[in-house]
């Protein structure tokens, strides 16, 4: 009997590597893709482990699994400093600091 692969493997992969490369987006559309890799790949496991010998391509959800919870974390960090920031200094300061860094850096 031949393997099939499992579902969303390789969509559970490239939404957890999105989530680690998009956390610079204020940290709101990686948290996104990390959350929906992750309970992708909660679902994936379960059917894994339910007959293990009937799929192939654990190894991207397994990969994708970590690389989401990467990404889940480095954008709830990112929210966290952005809040910070609008809550400290405001629109105007940002927009101060933003100006600032242009001009020094000859932008």
């Known amino acids: 009997m031949e393997k099939?692969?499992?579902?969303?493997s390789t969509l559970i992969l490239v939404f957890g590597i999105v989530s680690i490369v998009t956390c610079c987006c204020y940290g709101v559309l990686g948290l996104i893709f990390g959350i929906i890799a992750?309970?992708?790949a909660n679902k994936a496991t379960?059917?894994?482990m339910e007959n293990p010998e009937n799929y192939e391509g654990f190894s991207n959800v397994k990969t994708g699994k970590i690389l989401a919870i990467i990404g889940?974390?480095?954008n709830v960090l990112y929210l966290g400093y952005t809040i910070f920031l609008f809550s400290t200094i405001g629109m105007e300061g940002i927009q101060?600091?933003?100006?600032e860094l242009m001009e020094q850096y000859g932008g």
């Open 4 to 8: 099939q692969k499992l579902p969303n």
């Open 38 to 40: 992750l309970v992708l």
């Open 46 to 48: 379960k059917l894994y």
């Open 72 to 74: 889940i974390i480095l």
């Open 96 to 99: 101060e600091m933003q100006r």
